[in-house]
């Protein structure tokens, strides 16, 4: 069970700003200090979570991470989804859909849909394999760790697979009356990357990581 235990307001005007932290959600400036795996740090303003460090967390999200590059390739080269009707059949996969829209006025819609629903998913996995990977097996953090780890927070919003779900899902209701739709294995690898997305984030302590790579940031 998690123990909530919130820092502590800074009640001095001390000038060691290293000492203060900042709610992401209400922006009170707080102290810092030191929470143990299994514990919980939330603000006392807003009681939004500050920090939840977990046991083998880095290690989770590693392996999340690899696991949601393997779905991610197996859902853009697997076939989508097949239509079939009047006798006639077609079969699609996310780079067939891309190419068939690749012209004309839908070229900058196109594009775009392909990079929020695979280009930025791929690097955010990406550029956590690379923040975690060498602290995850106990070595220093790579050169550009911090900026790496600082791109894959910025891109977060920006990558839509979970919402590219929805939409063909509510597609697909509207499709099933006028043809028949086989689901392919790649729109159920792309299920599986959304899951694997949500536990990824669930085991995310952001504030933990970049605490560890101040850590053992070399000197």
Not at 78 to 85: D, G, I, N, R, T
Not at 90 to 115: E, I
Request: net charge positive.
């Amino acid at each position: 069970m998690s123990v909530h235990t919130p820092p502590q307001m800074s009640g001095d005007h001390s000038r060691n700003l290293d000492a203060l932290i900042a709610c992401p959600a209400c922006d009170a400036l707080l102290r810092d200090r030191s929470v143990a795996a299994g514990e919980t740090a939330t603000c006392p303003r807003c009681h939004s979570v500050i920090e939840a460090p977990r046991r083998l967390a880095m290690t989770r999200i590693l392996m999340l991470a690899m696991a949601g590059l393997i779905l991610m390739v197996a859902a853009v080269f697997f076939p989508f989804l097949e239509v079939s009707a009047a006798g006639l059949s077609q079969r699609s996969t996310l780079v067939d859909t891309v190419r068939a829209f690749s012209g004309g006025l839908t070229v900058p819609l196109t594009y775009a849909m392909a990079a929020l629903i695979v280009v930025l998913p791929t690097v955010r996995f990406l550029a956590l394999i690379y923040v975690l990977g060498p602290m995850a097996l106990g070595w220093y953090p790579r050169r550009f760790a911090v900026p790496a780890f600082r791109m894959a927070e910025a891109l977060r919003p920006w990558a839509m697979a979970e919402v590219f779900i929805v939409g063909v899902a509510v597609a697909l209701v509207k499709v099933a009356g006028l043809a028949h739709v086989a689901i392919g294995p790649a729109f159920w690898a792309f299920v599986g990357l959304v899951v694997v997305t949500v536990l990824k984030d669930n085991f995310m302590s952001r504030v933990t990581v970049w605490k560890t790579l101040e850590a053992r940031r070399p000197a």
